[in-house]
């Protein structure tokens, strides 16, 4: 029985520390563009089976685009595409701006990543999300889009209390940044995420503290939803 009981703890232990190797690597995968390149793929397929609205306001980031699940229904009558794929950096937006911005020629494109980058094991910084998102926008200009670029603002979660500091940062430099430009915005959804005495709302995640809720939307919605109304996306209309 004592040898059973010791055969069983060295079994579990090494699974314990397959599991955390396997983690230690999704980790650093997860820094490449090159690991979403499945999810993009899948985007390409099913823009031949079911091609998306032309002249639609395109939602491209992370995972807050990625889950959001009524996205079409929540910015309505706004026409929208979905394109968040896994737990996307901005520069895994740059990327492939070939395969999931561009294709599409959007009327404006809606920006929501950061949090990712600032939880990179490579230990990002505000400044860095900063000179990522200069880039894309640049890259988008300088590939011929001229449609509006908004940036949602990266959002407190409760899990990672201890970034949101830095998120502060990155936000406030961003913002900073679209002022000066042309047709670039900023979108300041985390206000709302926030109680009276500044805490970060619990209320609006699920039981993992970084993944939101269904009342967690809702506060994006009512964020992101009128800005794109009252800037005349309420109607469809090419751009081609």
């Known amino acids: 029985m004592r040898r059973m009981l010791v055969t069983l703890g060295v079994f579990a232990s090494i699974g314990v520390i397959a599991l955390f190797a396997f ?9 490449a563009p090159k690991y979403w390149e499945g999810e993009i793929a899948a985007f390409e397929r099913r823009d031949v089976s079911n091609p998306p609205p032309p002249g639609a306001v395109l939602f491209v980031g992370g995972r807050d685009v990625r889950l959001w699940p009524r996205l079409a229904e929540d910015m309505a009558p706004v026409p929208v595409i979905q394109r968040g794929f896994g737990g996307a950096q901005i520069s895994h937006v740059t990327y492939y701006i ?6 599409y020629h959007p009327r404006a494109v809606v920006v929501m ?3 990712a980058d600032l939880a990179d094991v490579y230990g990002r910084r505000p400044e860095d999300v900063l000179d990522d998102f200069r880039t894309l926008a ?3 200009r300088a590939e011929g889009l001229a449609a509006p670029i908004y940036f949602v603002s990266i959002r407190p979660q409760p899990a990672r209390k201890e970034r949101w500091y830095g998120a502060q940062r990155a936000n406030a430099l961003v913002a900073d940044f679209v002022a000066g430009q042309r047709d670039m915005y900023f979108i300041d959804a985390a206000a709302a995420m926030l109680d009276a005495e500044g805490n970060i709302r619990d209320d609006l995640h699920r039981w993992d503290r970084l993944t939101l809720n269904e009342r967690g939307y809702a506060v994006l919605t009512a964020a992101v939803r009128p ?3 009252d800037a005349g996306y309420g109607g469809l209309r090419s751009t081609r």
Do not use: K, M
């Not at 983690?23 to 820094?31: E, F, H, K, M, P």
């Not at 070939?98 to 294709?103: E, G, N, T």
């Open 23 to 31: 983690l230690i690597y999704v980790l650093l995968a997860s820094g």
């Open 227 to 229: 800005v794109l109304i």
């Open 98 to 103: 070939h395969r999931v911005v561009l294709p």
């Open 113 to 115: 990543a950061g949090d």
């Open 138 to 140: 640049l890259s988008l």
